[in-house]
Structures are given as C-alpha cells and as structure tokens.
C-alpha cells in the first residue's frame, strides 16, 4: 500500500520559514519524481516544486528564490524548504509521487499571517 505522508506544515508570520517533509512508502522511491503542490481556498490545486528522480528541479514563478525542494532517497523522503514566506503562501500542501501513476498525500496546512 502507498503511503505519503506529510508533516511540518503550522502558522507562521510573513517572512518566516517552514521546512516540510513528506515521508513515502510502498513505492520505489528512487525512481519516482516527487512533487509538491498546493490549494488555497476557493482556488485550484497548483504545482508549487518537483524534482525528477534525478535529481533535477522545476519552480512555480512565484516560488522561485524563496523555496527549495529536494530528496532523500536513503530515508524515502523529499522536503520542501519554505522561506521569506508571504501570506499567498496560505494553502494546504500535498506531496505527490509520479512514475506513471500519480499517488497522493492528504496534505498539511500552512497558514502565513501577516
């Protein structure tokens, strides 16, 4: 059974920094790119940061200096560092695992208040 699971997610005041960590299982995980994305409300689920399998990385534009994602493959985990964080930052994050199935975390709020 695929389990992603999410932590790290909380409040913070603008400006300020969240690491987020998402935990795999039952998958390969070296060989899937993982993903972060996230929902605001009222709004559509977006593609916030990924990196491949090999190690390579893709940005939002409105993420771009301010986030960084990246993997362990040794403890099935990729995180995502968050800094500099504004309040459109205010979603619920998801963790997404991708070969040629899409699985799926439940995802952890973060909540930037100004």
């Known amino acids: 059974q695929v389990q992603l699971v999410e932590s790290g997610g909380g409040l913070v005041l603008a400006g300020g920094s969240l690491r987020l960590s998402c935990a795999a299982s039952?998958?390969?995980?070296?060989?899937?790119?993982m993903g972060w994305y996230r929902q605001a409300p009222g709004k559509q689920r977006e593609l916030v940061a990924a990196?491949?399998?090999?190690?390579?990385?893709n940005y939002a534009e409105s993420v771009k200096g301010r986030f960084t994602i990246s993997r362990d493959n040794a403890k099935k985990t990729v995180y995502l560092e968050m800094n500099s964080l504004k309040p459109e930052d205010t979603a619920v994050y998801y963790c997404?695992?991708?070969?040629?199935?899409?699985?799926w975390g439940k995802g952890t709020l973060v909540t930037v208040s100004s």
């Open positions: 997404n695992a991708n070969l040629r199935t899409d699985y």
């Open positions: 039952g998958i390969t995980f070296r060989i899937y790119a």
């Open positions: 990196i491949s399998s090999g190690g390579s990385t």
